[in-house]
């Protein structure tokens, strides 16, 4: 069983930054790649960012490209998401989780999901 942890989401004004953190429970952290998904109010959880074992990987979404920053720091078991030039459609609950499988953008293939942290963009 994994447990995962999300912290510092909040509200910030269009074209700021946040920086997302996910603190896993198991030493284990460092053999799953990281997914960072988003749900928006009346949408579906999307496909948001994800980095490999050693970090030598990421992929993002083509929305957030540029703006967001997926990192980890595999001593610490913690991943990273820095968002800058924060816009109101990021707003969302952003989670993270982990998977074995390097079809990381899809959904399913996560095992573990953390219970989510709120960014809100105003205008």
């Known amino acids: 069983q994994v447990q995962l942890a999300e912290s510092g989401g909040g509200l910030v004004q269009a074209g700021g930054s946040l920086r997302l953190s996910c603190t896993a429970s198991?030493?284990?952290?460092?053999?799953?790649?990281i997914g960072w998904y988003r749900q928006a109010p009346g949408k579906e959880r999307e496909f948001v960012a994800a980095?490999?074992?050693?970090?030598?990987?990421?992929d993002y979404a083509n929305v957030v490209k540029g703006r967001f920053t997926i990192s980890r720091d595999n001593a610490k078991n913690t991943a990273y998401l820095q968002m800058n030039r924060l816009k109101p459609e990021d707003t969302a609950a952003y989670y993270c989780?982990?998977?074995?499988?390097?079809?990381?953008?899809?959904?399913?293939?996560?095992?573990?999901w953390g219970q989510g942290t709120q960014v809100t963009v105003s205008s």
């Open positions: 198991v030493h284990t952290f460092s053999t799953y790649i």
């Open positions: 989780a982990v998977t074995y499988s390097s079809s990381w953008e899809r959904e399913a293939e996560y095992d573990y």
């Open positions: 980095i490999t074992q050693r970090g030598d990987v990421t």
